[in-house]
């Protein structure tokens, strides 16, 4: 029994550790859900197909994320399409797991009225069928309901949101939540919009004089060289963690997470420890819709209300929206959080829990034996 697993991450580009964590976490819960199975990985954005062997041994292909493309938004990782039509040509069942948006700024209005790109909307209902028809053997999960509404609009049939493979330990879920009574060490971590690294490192600095702890920046993607040589801010470390999974046990000593890149946010919910998120696009804003987590959207609350449809990245708005700060205070969320004896983050960990079972288990247990 061997299954194929489709990465997004990109080993050789940013070196994005959320997605190289999202696919960790995917094959740890098949074992620990299927028992153990044989199972390749490969990467939709470097390795062709031409670079499998012998796809008619999978009895699964197995995509961990999905983005679904809206019309005139830019391509999806190169040869996914390619995995996607062979399985389906060699009838092998195709399941996506947690396919998330990353449309900005991610609103509740845009998820109603935004069009999926023709040849898009044509390949997923075509392999994954309508909505309102029985389910079929290849099965289309969402990360979050701002995307599961998306591509009900579309006319695509999901299994539903399930959430991010990532939020899921099994050897962590039910377990007491980490909940610090003081603080003594946070990490910052670092967005993807270059317009925000001043504003993240002044909240790291806030964070570090109003609770007399240790605060680090963390880099989630690679830096060029000329970018860390002319960062030049000595007084916060900088903590470079692209490259893996691995790396972002970087995180195990520290209290808590306030910063931009979603799977800080997740690698800390899965640990049962607080985080607050910054949302930068539709997969942070996404995610907090979802579980009412603790946090908030990078773009203004009258930016983010009134945006209808997908924003041109020429359009002079995008740029102003991109330049803009939250308008909440992170440092005082967070301070009315631990106060309040972390109503939020428990909340959120008990949906967590409550998906799992609902949600995430049933959907691993429909893969083929």
Not at 148 to 169: H, M, P, Q, S, W
Request: aromatic share 10%.
């Amino acid at each position: 029994m061997t299954y194929l697993v489709l990465s997004t991450f990109p080993a050789n580009g940013s070196g994005n550790s959320g997605d190289a964590l999202i696919t960790k976490s995917l094959i740890q819960l098949i074992h620990k859900v299927k028992g153990y199975k044989q199972i390749d990985v490969k990467r939709l954005a470097e390795e062709d197909i031409d670079q499998v062997q012998d796809f008619s041994k999978y009895k699964a292909v197995i995509f961990a994320g999905f983005a679904p493309k809206v019309d005139g938004a830019g391509l999806a990782p190169r040869y996914r399409n390619r995995y996607l039509q062979e399985a389906v040509k060699r009838s092998i069942p195709v399941f996506v797991f947690g396919s998330g948006w990353t449309v900005y700024p991610g609103n509740v209005n845009q998820s109603k009225r935004l069009r999926l790109a023709d040849d898009e909307k044509e390949l997923l209902v075509r392999t994954f069928g309508y909505t309102g028809e029985s389910l079929q053997k290849n099965v289309f999960s969402t990360r979050d309901q701002p995307t599961e509404r998306l591509l009900t609009k579309n006319d695509v049939k999901t299994y539903g949101t399930i959430g991010d493979c990532a939020l899921f330990d099994v050897d962590q879920l039910f377990t007491k939540p980490k909940l610090p009574e003081s603080i003594q060490k946070v990490a910052v971590s670092m967005p993807h919009n270059s317009a925000h690294f001043l504003f993240a490192y002044e909240l790291a600095k806030a964070i570090k004089k109003d609770f007399s702890c240790d605060v680090s920046l963390t880099l989630h993607s690679k830096w060029s060289k000329k970018r860390m040589a002319l960062w030049g801010k000595d007084d916060i470390p900088l903590i470079d963690l692209a490259g893996g999974a691995k790396k972002l046990s970087h995180y195990k000593n520290y209290d808590l997470h306030v910063g931009f890149r979603l799977h800080g946010h997740i690698w800390f919910l899965r640990n049962r420890k607080p985080s607050l998120l910054l949302g930068e696009d539709g997969r942070g804003f996404g995610h907090l819709q979802t579980f009412r987590g603790l946090g908030g959207s990078v773009v203004p609350k009258h930016y983010l209300d009134h945006t209808l449809e997908r924003i041109e990245v020429k359009d002079p708005l995008y740029q102003t929206m991109k330049k803009s700060l939250p308008d909440f205070d992170p440092l005082e969320m967070m301070k009315e959080e631990i106060i309040a004896g972390y109503p939020v983050t428990k909340r959120t960990l008990e949906q967590i829990d409550r998906l799992w079972v609902k949600k995430m288990e049933p959907m691993l247990r429909m893969l083929p034996d």
